[in-house]
């Protein structure tokens, strides 16, 4: 009958017109952040605003490259003739290593693309490599950055260069179109806290005496 009331609408279609006040939020801020980094990739393609500065910025990518980090530590490992330089680099080694690891699984969980205007040209890229959250290159960043102030004695100049390495790696990842400004960010407090963890699991000759054997 034309009386009737009409049917109540299914829950979630009463979900999907109403949507949530964080829900809202988190997609604004999404559009923003690849509205912002599409922007920002002056240097994704030779064509770009900045391309001519695209060969600086991608031999910027390389010294934050997890191989040449692992390939230097490693090989300084080797030729160590100190016990206390050993330690440090064991420690190195034991965080790069561990942030591969960490990077790697949280790309397989998150699976984030990486930005449509991102040129698959990169050096040395693994499986995982096609996604984009976090940006491993800012996470080495500023896990090297932490540990290099924390046990190198470095003048203030040093230490003031090493801090703009660390910068300039996670900005050349937006403005090479790499990553979009979260998979950076996310990646900056990622290798920050990732530190922390490093030196609570500091190796020793007391704490792991059959590594250090082995050196």
């Given at each position: 009958?034309?009386?009737?009331?009409a049917?109540?609408?299914?829950?979630?279609?009463?979900?999907?017109?109403?949507?949530?006040?964080?829900?809202?939020?988190?997609?604004?801020?999404?559009?923003?952040?690849?509205?912002?980094?599409?922007?920002?990739?002056?240097?994704?393609?030779?064509?770009?605003?900045?391309?001519?500065?695209?060969?600086?910025?991608?031999?910027?990518?390389?010294?934050?490259?997890?191989?040449?980090?692992?390939?230097?530590?490693?090989?300084?490992?080797?030729?160590?003739?100190?016990?206390?330089?050993?330690?440090?680099?064991?420690?190195?080694?034991?965080a790069?290593?561990?942030?591969?690891?960490?990077?790697?699984?949280?790309?397989?969980?998150?699976?984030?693309?990486?930005?449509?205007?991102?040129?698959?040209?990169?050096?040395?890229?693994?499986s995982?490599?096609?996604?984009?959250?976090?940006?491993?290159?800012?996470?080495?960043?500023?896990?090297?950055?932490?540990?290099?102030?924390?046990?190198?004695?470095?003048?203030?100049?040093l230490?003031?260069l090493?801090?703009?390495?660390?910068?300039?790696?996670?900005?050349?990842?937006?403005?090479?179109?790499?990553?979009?400004?979260?998979?950076?960010?996310?990646?900056?407090?990622?290798?920050?806290?990732?530190?922390?963890?490093?030196?609570?699991?500091?190796?020793?000759?007391?704490?792991?005496?059959?590594?250090?054997?082995?050196?």
């Open positions: 009958p034309g009386s009737s009331a049917a109540p609408l299914p829950e979630e279609d009463c979900m999907k017109l109403n949507p949530s006040f964080l829900g809202i939020a988190l997609s604004s801020l999404l559009a923003i952040d690849l509205w912002a980094s599409k922007r920002l990739g002056v240097c994704a393609g030779e064509g770009s605003a900045w391309g001519s500065a695209r060969p600086l910025m991608k031999v910027i990518e390389i010294s934050g490259h997890g191989i040449p980090w692992l390939l230097g530590t490693f090989y300084g490992l080797c030729q160590s003739d100190s016990s206390a330089a050993r330690e440090v680099l064991l420690n190195l080694l034991f790069l290593l561990l942030d591969l690891v960490l990077v790697a699984v949280v790309k397989g969980l998150v699976k984030r693309p990486r930005p449509t205007h991102n040129k698959m040209d990169m050096f040395v890229t693994i995982v490599d096609k996604y984009s959250f976090p940006s491993g290159h800012a996470t080495r960043a500023a896990l090297v950055c932490r540990f290099i102030l924390r046990h190198l004695v470095l003048a203030v100049p230490r003031v090493v801090v703009l390495w660390a910068l300039i790696v996670s900005i050349s990842r937006v403005m090479l179109g790499r990553h979009n400004m979260t998979d950076v960010l996310f990646g900056l407090l990622l290798g920050y806290a990732l530190y922390s963890v490093v030196e609570h699991c500091w190796l020793s000759p007391l704490s792991a005496p059959a590594l250090f054997a082995l050196w």
